[in-house]
């Protein structure tokens, strides 16, 4: 391989080079940031492309601070570094909170001159100065000195939240003889105790089984029932004050609600227009929605003759039962196909075909045995590094998500990412396939995207309600029957048969509308939570959910306190569906060929490789050759 002239990171190799690298990296890069800024308000000199390029210094900086700070918090197996690393993380988060209230930074660009900048340096200005208005720095210096103690306890108490949910692991007890229905490798790694009984936990490997396969409604219900208390009631105090402080900042900031602020830089642009998307979801989604909510009920009873409700702890269990009987979809028999290590081979392939690059393996030093290391290589040039930590463990962020390592700046780092995922090590469910190419989908967003110039615009710095498309477009692979026969293979060495792929197609319309109303419930939580902020969380949110879609919430429950989106997405959660819509209109252009080579090098260049360097809307227009629409995703909805 030819080697670029930038090296990736070469992480520590023992406990105490990584508390060290925890805490050294960070703090030289904070010394770094402040220098430069020292020397932009102090040298009256600078041009403003100098004031520029040095601002870009600083945000390299505060990247290569922040990633590797929150990364290690969320997946380091020792818990000193874990520690250190949130502690780190906080500092970095207070520090480029408080730049942006600094009257003397902001005099360096409020009044600069953008005659004679190029298109992305007049951007760049322009964005720097926007975000230096919603930091606060035009209020009074009280309301200044106010709105700094609420982004830094925002901060803090996002992280308490995360940790909350990554440190709350829950287990049941229940009867073996209860656990009818449950693939054979699953009841061989769960062997009953001396009692008679099996200890569920509230891992993934344990409740995504559970949920789908369980015939005993009452183990379902409690397994569930145990993950939707996940972090209560830690953080239910923890979420009450996050709501207040948000409302407040915002009103201090001049914005009707979180939801104003949040939208400002994303493609929605104001709270209304996220409440008009979500109507607009809904009333697309409910005829479709209610028919299918009649299946699923009618085939509930047929288990349990008096249940006049289907609950969230049902869902997953009744579909898996129609699509087995009504769609010949088993997926006991799907899952046999998807062994962990050729799915891991089947998704590097793909990608590899649809991007075309290589993923080589590299023997480096990582934070622990599992992680897999690539340099991601294009005609021999080294284009970045991905590093893949992909099954469960103790203090491990314990849901699934790309996280940056180094930020990729041409001519400076090439760019580095990690996927935190919770696969089991045997045989996946196809919707942990799909998920493994969603999240893959971040991942070679970032690398392709990270060549940029400017810190502000590398790797997924998109708009946060565009970033999910291109993530899930890469999930289709996942249901193509070429693509799932080139790696999805039983333990006789058979490929996964066209017309099982064709049924599983099939089979996945129905449930569609209904699925599509509990990722409803989702947004309007995240949505209503920060506009309305109700006093008592659990009646409130269990309200939205059951507004939201016909499939009921468990009574009682506390999902709220283990939704971890509440932290990063805040109000806008909605940017799911948002992208979904945009990503069913970039699928239409492949037609019929996912590897068309013509089209797949114009998504390339057009989506991925652009970065944020321009606005979503133009992104999708310069691929699709016409601004996107909704009619992709209404007749996806539709079953068609």
Same mark, same amino acid.
């Given at each position: 391989?030819?080697?670029?002239?930038?090296?990736?990171?070469?992480?520590?190799?023992?406990?105490?080079?990584?508390?060290?690298?925890?805490?050294?990296?960070?703090?030289?890069?904070?010394?770094?940031?402040?220098?430069?800024?020292?020397?932009?308000?102090?040298?009256?000199?600078?041009?403003?492309?100098?004031?520029?390029?040095?601002?870009?210094?600083?945000?390299?900086?505060?990247?290569?601070?922040?990633?590797?700070?929150?990364?290690?918090?969320?997946?380091?197996?020792?818990?000193?570094?874990?520690?250190?690393?949130?502690?780190?993380?906080?500092?970095?988060?207070?520090?480029?909170?408080?730049?942006?209230?600094?009257?003397?930074?902001?005099?360096?660009?409020?009044?600069?001159?953008?005659?004679?900048?190029?298109?992305?340096?007049?951007?760049?200005?322009?964005?720097?100065?926007?975000?230096?208005?919603?930091?606060?720095?035009?209020?009074?210096?009280?309301?200044?000195?106010?709105?700094?103690?609420?982004?830094?306890?925002?901060?803090?108490?996002?992280?308490?939240?995360?940790?909350?949910?990554?440190?709350?692991?829950?287990?049941?007890?229940?009867?073996?003889?209860?656990?009818?229905?449950?693939?054979?490798?699953?009841?061989?790694?769960?062997?009953?105790?001396?009692?008679?009984?099996?200890?569920?936990?509230?891992?993934?490997?344990?409740?995504?089984?559970?949920?789908?396969?369980?015939?005993?409604?009452?183990?379902?219900?409690?397994?569930?029932?145990?993950?939707?208390?996940?972090?209560?009631?830690?953080?239910?105090?923890?979420?009450?004050?996050?709501?207040?402080?948000?409302?407040?900042?915002?009103?201090?900031?001049?914005?009707?609600?979180?939801?104003?602020?949040?939208?400002?830089?994303?493609?929605?642009?104001?709270?209304?227009?996220?409440?008009?998307?979500?109507?607009?979801?809904?009333?697309?989604?409910?005829?479709?929605?209610?028919?299918?909510?009649?299946?699923?009920?009618?085939?509930?009873?047929?288990?349990?003759?008096?249940?006049?409700?289907?609950?969230?702890?049902?869902?997953?269990?009744?579909?898996?039962?129609?699509?087995?009987?009504?769609?010949?979809?088993?997926?006991?028999?799907?899952?046999?196909?998807?062994?962990?290590?050729?799915?891991?081979?089947?998704?590097?392939?793909?990608?590899?075909?649809?991007?075309?690059?290589?993923?080589?393996?590299?023997?480096?030093?990582?934070?622990?045995?599992?992680?897999?290391?690539?340099?991601?290589?294009?005609?021999?040039?080294?284009?970045?590094?991905?590093?893949?930590?992909?099954?469960?463990?103790?203090?491990?962020?314990?849901?699934?998500?790309?996280?940056?390592?180094?930020?990729?700046?041409?001519?400076?780092?090439?760019?580095?990412?990690?996927?935190?995922?919770?696969?089991?090590?045997?045989?996946?469910?196809?919707?942990?396939?799909?998920?493994?190419?969603?999240?893959? !989908?971040?991942?070679?967003?970032?690398? *392709?995207?990270? /060549?940029? @110039?400017? =810190?502000?615009?590398? $790797?997924? %710095?998109? +708009?946060?309600?565009?970033?999910?498309?291109?993530?899930?477009?890469?999930?289709?692979?996942?249901?193509?029957?070429?693509?799932?026969?080139?790696?999805?293979?039983?333990?006789? !060495?058979?490929?996964?048969?066209?017309? *099982?792929?064709? /049924?599983? @197609?099939? =089979?996945?319309?129905? $449930?569609? %509308?209904? +699925?599509?109303?509990?990722?409803?419930?989702?947004?309007?939580?995240?949505?209503?939570?920060?506009?309305?902020?109700?006093?008592?969380?659990?009646?409130?949110?269990?309200?939205?959910?059951?507004?939201?879609?016909?499939?009921?919430?468990?009574?009682?429950?506390?999902?709220?306190?283990?939704?971890?989106?509440?932290?990063?997405?805040?109000?806008?959660?909605?940017?799911?569906?948002?992208?979904?819509?945009?990503?069913?209109?970039?699928?239409?252009?492949?037609?019929?060929?996912?590897?068309?080579?013509?089209?797949?090098?114009?998504?390339?260049?057009?989506?991925?490789?652009?970065?944020?360097?321009?606005?979503?809307?133009?992104?999708?227009?310069?691929?699709?050759?016409?601004?996107?629409?909704?009619?992709?995703?209404?007749?996806?909805?539709?079953?068609?």
């Amino acid at each position: 391989m030819q080697h670029s002239p930038l090296e990736p990171l070469i992480l520590p190799t023992d406990l105490a080079s990584w508390l060290e690298f925890a805490v050294d990296r960070p703090v030289e890069r904070l010394e770094r940031v402040a220098a430069i800024d020292a020397r932009l308000v102090a040298d009256t000199t600078l041009s403003v492309r100098e004031r520029l390029d040095l601002w870009n210094d600083a945000d390299i900086a505060l990247a290569e601070a922040a990633a590797p700070s929150h990364l290690l918090s969320e997946c380091h197996p020792d818990a000193d570094v874990r520690a250190v690393a949130e502690k780190q993380a906080q500092a970095i988060e207070a520090v480029q909170a408080r730049r942006l209230l600094d009257r003397g930074l902001w005099g360096v660009f409020a009044d600069a001159d953008a005659a004679g900048l190029d298109a992305a340096q007049a951007r760049l200005l322009e964005h720097i100065r926007r975000d230096f208005r919603r930091g606060g720095v035009d209020l009074g210096e009280t309301d200044r000195a106010r709105v700094r103690e609420l982004t830094e306890r925002d901060t803090e108490l996002s992280l308490a939240f995360s940790r909350n949910i990554r440190e709350g692991r829950r287990e049941i007890r229940v009867a073996a003889a209860s656990l009818d229905g449950l693939p054979t490798d699953f009841l061989d790694a769960h062997p009953a105790d001396d009692a008679g009984l099996v200890t569920l936990t509230t891992e993934y490997t344990d409740l995504m089984p559970v949920r789908e396969y369980a015939r005993e409604r009452s183990v379902r219900h409690a397994l569930v029932g145990a993950y939707n208390d996940l972090a209560w009631p830690e953080n239910e105090p923890v979420l009450k004050e996050l709501l207040a402080v948000r409302a407040e900042r915002a009103a201090l900031l001049g914005y009707g609600d979180w939801a104003d602020y949040e939208t400002e830089t994303r493609m929605t642009g104001s709270s209304a227009a996220v409440d008009a998307f979500l109507i607009r979801v809904a009333e697309a989604a409910a005829p479709a929605a209610a028919r299918e909510y009649d299946r699923v009920l009618e085939r509930l009873r047929r288990d349990e003759p008096g249940a006049d409700t289907v609950t969230i702890a049902d869902f997953w269990y009744l579909l898996g039962a129609l699509k087995r009987e009504e769609y010949g979809v088993d997926a006991q028999l799907v899952r046999s196909y998807f062994r962990f290590d050729r799915v891991l081979e089947g998704v590097l392939a793909t990608t590899a075909r649809l991007l075309e690059v290589a993923y080589v393996p590299v023997d480096t030093p990582s934070w622990h045995d599992d992680v897999r290391t690539y340099d991601v290589v294009r005609a021999g040039e080294r284009l970045g590094r991905i590093h893949l930590d992909l099954h469960p463990r103790d203090g491990k962020y314990n849901h699934a998500a790309c996280f940056g390592l180094v930020p990729g700046i041409a001519g400076h780092s090439l760019p580095e990412g990690v996927l935190l995922c919770n696969f089991s090590r045997g045989l996946l469910e196809h919707d942990e396939v799909v998920t493994f190419f969603h999240e893959f !989908g971040h991942l070679v967003h970032d690398i *392709l995207g990270g /060549r940029q @110039r400017w =810190a502000a615009f590398t $790797g997924i %710095a998109t +708009e946060w309600d565009f970033v999910e498309a291109p993530s899930q477009l890469l999930e289709e692979w996942a249901w193509d029957a070429e693509v799932l026969a080139s790696f999805a293979v039983d333990d006789a !060495g058979e490929p996964i048969p066209a017309d *099982l792929v064709a /049924r599983m @197609r099939t =089979a996945d319309a129905f $449930g569609r %509308a209904l +699925e599509v109303t509990r990722q409803l419930g989702h947004a309007t939580t995240s949505y209503r939570l920060h506009v309305d902020r109700p006093t008592d969380l659990r009646p409130a949110v269990e309200g939205y959910y059951r507004a939201a879609s016909p499939i009921a919430p468990l009574g009682g429950s506390h999902s709220y306190a283990g939704f971890g989106h509440l932290t990063g997405y805040g109000a806008c959660y909605y940017t799911y569906q948002w992208s979904l819509v945009i990503a069913r209109d970039l699928l239409s252009a492949f037609g019929d060929d996912l590897f068309d080579p013509e089209i797949a090098l114009r998504y390339r260049r057009e989506i991925l490789e652009p970065g944020g360097t321009r606005d979503a809307r133009d992104l999708v227009e310069a691929f699709l050759g016409r601004e996107s629409t909704f009619d992709a995703y209404r007749d996806w909805l539709a079953g068609s």
